[in-house]
C-alpha cells in the first residue's frame, strides 16, 4: 500500500477547543497514523501519515477544526512515504 507523510502546522484559535482530542479521534477513525501537539507560540503541529484518501480528509478536517476553534491556515509540507510512526495518533504534550 502506498503511503503519504505529511508535516502540518495550523494556526489560529487552535489551543484550549479540543482541537488535539478531535484530531486523534478523526485520525483513529480513519487509520492515520502520527501525533498532534501544541505548540508554544499557540499553533498546533501534527505529522500524519496514512493511505492517500483518508489522509486527505484529515487535512481537510484540519483546515476546519472542531466547533469553538478558529483555523487560520494550514501549512502542509509533503514529507514523502516512511511508515515508521506505529500503529497510533498520539497527541503529544
Given at each position: 500500500m502506498?503511503?503519504?507523510?505529511v508535516h502540518?502546522?495550523?494556526?489560529?484559535?487552535?489551543?484550549?477547543?479540543?482541537?488535539?482530542?478531535?484530531?486523534?479521534?478523526?485520525?483513529?477513525?480513519?487509520?492515520?497514523?502520527?501525533w498532534?501537539?501544541?505548540?508554544?507560540?499557540?499553533?498546533v503541529?501534527?505529522?500524519?501519515?496514512?493511505?492517500?484518501?483518508?489522509?486527505?480528509?484529515?487535512i481537510?478536517?484540519?483546515?476546519?477544526g472542531?466547533?469553538?476553534?478558529?483555523?487560520?491556515?494550514?501549512y502542509?509540507d509533503?514529507?514523502?512515504?516512511?511508515?515508521s510512526?506505529?500503529?497510533t495518533?498520539?497527541?503529544?504534550?
Amino acid at each position: 500500500m502506498t503511503l503519504r507523510r505529511v508535516h502540518l502546522r495550523i494556526t489560529g484559535l487552535v489551543q484550549g477547543v479540543s482541537y488535539r482530542a478531535n484530531a486523534q479521534v478523526l485520525a483513529s477513525r480513519l487509520g492515520v497514523r502520527g501525533w498532534i501537539k501544541n505548540l508554544p507560540n499557540g499553533d498546533v503541529e501534527s505529522v500524519a501519515e496514512g493511505a492517500p484518501e483518508p489522509l486527505e480528509r484529515y487535512i481537510v478536517w484540519c483546515r476546519r477544526g472542531p466547533s469553538g476553534a478558529r483555523v487560520d491556515s494550514v501549512y502542509v509540507d509533503e514529507l514523502g512515504e516512511s511508515g515508521s510512526l506505529g500503529h497510533t495518533f498520539d497527541v503529544r504534550r
